[in-house]
C-alpha cells in the first residue's frame, strides 16, 4: 500500500521563513525547531519545540483564536540597555526582556488579545555545575515579567538540575515535555556555553514598543 502524502507545510508568518521546520511523526504535526535565541510564532495548527538547559522557554498564546508561539532565552536584562546598539532580530532576542517583548508582540501584531493570552513556563535547570545558577535568574525574570504585564502562567515545570525537550501547540496550548538523562547534558552545555559568548559579544537594545 503507498504511503499517503504529507499534509502541505503551513505558511510561516512574515519573518520566520528561516526557522527549520519539517514533519514530525511523533507529534503528527510540523514542527519548528527553536535554537537559543531564537523564538516562533504561528496562527496554524502546527508545534514549537526545542530542548533547555539552564535557558528559559515561555510558551504563549490567544486562548480564543490560537495565535501563539515559543522563545528560547538566556540572561534575563540587560544593566545598561540604553548604551546598546540594535543589530538585527536575532540578536535582539538574546536577553529575556528582548525576547519576551518579541514574542508578544508578533503575537498581538497577528490578532491575538493582551486580555486572552495566557502562558506556560519551562526550562531554568542547574545543568552548568561550574557557573552561578543562571537557571534561576532566568526563573525569576520570567515569572516577575508575566506578572507585571498581567498574563496569566497556567503551569510551570522550571529549575531542578534536568535538561528539558518541548513540544507546544499554540492551537490548542497542549505541550509535551520529556525531562533528559544527564548524557545530553554535555552537548546542551556546550550549547548554551556558545550561546553566553555570542550574547556577551554583541549587546543589543529593543526597538519593540509594546501596544
Known amino acids: 500500500m503507498a504511503t499517503p502524502p504529507l499534509p502541505r507545510i503551513p505558511l510561516a508568518l512574515p519573518g520566520f ?15 519548528a525547531r527553536l535554537l537559543p535565541g531564537e523564538y516562533y510564532v504561528t496562527l496554524n495548527d ?46 535582539a532576542t538574546r536577553y529575556g526582556n528582548f525576547a519576551m517583548e518579541h514574542l508578544i ?61 518541548v513540544a507546544y501547540f499554540p492551537a490548542t496550548g497542549k505541550v509535551r515535555v520529556k525531562r533528559l538523562r544527564s548524557l545530553h547534558n554535555n552537548t546542551i552545555v556546550e550549547e548554551e556555553s556558545r550561546y553566553i559568548k555570542t550574547v556577551e559579544k554583541e549587546p543589543i537594545k529593543s526597538d519593540i514598543e509594546l501596544f
Open 17 to 31: 521563513e528561516q526557522v527549520r521546520r519539517s514533519w514530525n511523526d511523533t507529534h503528527e504535526a510540523y514542527a
Open 46 to 91: 502546527e508545534c514549537v519545540y526545542t530542548t533547555l538547559g539552564s535557558c528559559i522557554s515561555a510558551c504563549i498564546r490567544d486562548r480564543i483564536n490560537g495565535v501563539g508561539g515559543m522563545n528560547h532565552f538566556m540572561l534575563p536584562a540587560s544593566t545598561d540597555a540604553n548604551s546598546w546598539k540594535s543589530t538585527n532580530l536575532s540578536a
Open 105 to 165: 508582540n508578533v503575537i498581538l501584531k497577528n490578532g491575538g488579545k493582551r486580555q486572552n493570552l495566557e502562558a506556560k513556563l519551562f526550562g531554568g535547570g542547574r545543568i552548568m555545575q561550574n557557573m552561578t545558577d543562571i537557571g534561576m535568574r532566568n526563573i525569576i525574570f520570567v515569572r516577575d515579567y508575566l506578572k507585571i504585564e498581567e498574563i496569566k502562567v497556567l503551569s510551570e515545570d522550571v529549575g531542578d538540575i534536568y535538561p528539558r525537550m
